[in-house]
């Protein structure tokens, strides 16, 4: 009954080696998300889609990247990562951006950078 | 700037009721949510309000008073599978979520 699935739920990563981290999605929603997330801090919002359109938020460094081949897949690219790249990744949807849909988050990957 | 504040931690025993605070000010305000998390895994949805008043759902209550920036989730009748960080976020007007950086809660026998 999985609705928002990541994979892989662990990532190990090199310095500097690129790594794709993947969600999908069975609830049909419009808007998927990436969000980063380190110990005992608030979720920081990478970038968003609504459908195809591509929203990237002004701090996100340009080391992540996002595709979104279709409705239910969204994948993040981490070109060169960092150890300060090393967190949970989330993902989530909601129906559309208005204020009542709720955001449905995935289990996250966490991601090691050796 | 944009701002959410609530206790990094709280303590309470089983059993008991527990109420954690949060305040904000954001740009514009389009509702509140809570989210629950446990240690590792992806927040939860708890609760939304957009209008003021208390919102009941089951063990979990949450209250808006949106003139004072202020919101409360309240727990009755603590279970220690209640143990989670509590994650306030709002809505601000070009519908993104700011969200606050949790409250620890822990519960105790």
């Known amino acids: 009954d999985a609705m928002v699935i990541q994979n892989p739920r662990y990532q190990v990563t090199q310095f500097g080696k690129p790594v794709t981290l993947s969600c999908s999605q069975t609830?049909?929603?419009?808007?998927m998300y990436w969000y980063q997330q380190k110990s005992s801090q608030a979720p920081k919002l990478l970038f968003h889609?609504?459908?195809?359109?591509?929203?990237n938020e002004a701090d996100t460094p340009d080391n992540f990247q996002s595709r979104r081949p279709n409705t239910s897949f969204c994948f993040l690219d981490i070109r060169s990562p960092g150890l300060g790249d090393a967190a949970m990744y989330l993902c989530?949807?909601?129906?559309?951006?208005?204020?009542?849909?709720?955001?449905?988050f995935g289990p996250g990957t966490r991601l090691t950078v050796l | 700037g944009q701002n959410i504040d609530q206790p990094t931690e709280m303590t309470a025993t089983e059993g008991a009721i527990v109420q954690i605070n949060c305040t904000y000010q954001?740009?514009?305000?389009?509702?509140l949510f809570w989210y629950q998390q446990h240690a590792g895994e992806a927040p939860t949805f708890l609760s939304y309000?957009?209008l003021d008043g208390l919102e009941e759902k089951g063990r979990f209550s949450s209250f808006l008073s949106r003139s004072k920036g202020y919101s409360y989730l309240l727990l009755k009748e603590l279970q220690m599978k209640d143990s989670a960080s509590y994650l306030c976020?709002?809505?601000?007007?070009?519908?993104?979520?700011?969200w606050g950086a949790g409250t620890k809660l822990i519960i105790k026998p």
């Open positions: 309000n957009v």
């Open positions: 889609y609504y459908d195809k359109d591509f929203n």
């Open positions: 976020a709002v809505m601000d007007s070009n519908y993104q979520l700011i």
């Open positions: 954001t740009s514009g305000f389009n509702g």
């Open positions: 609830l049909n929603h419009n808007v």
């Open positions: 989530a949807t909601s129906r559309t951006l208005a204020g009542a849909d709720t955001q449905y």
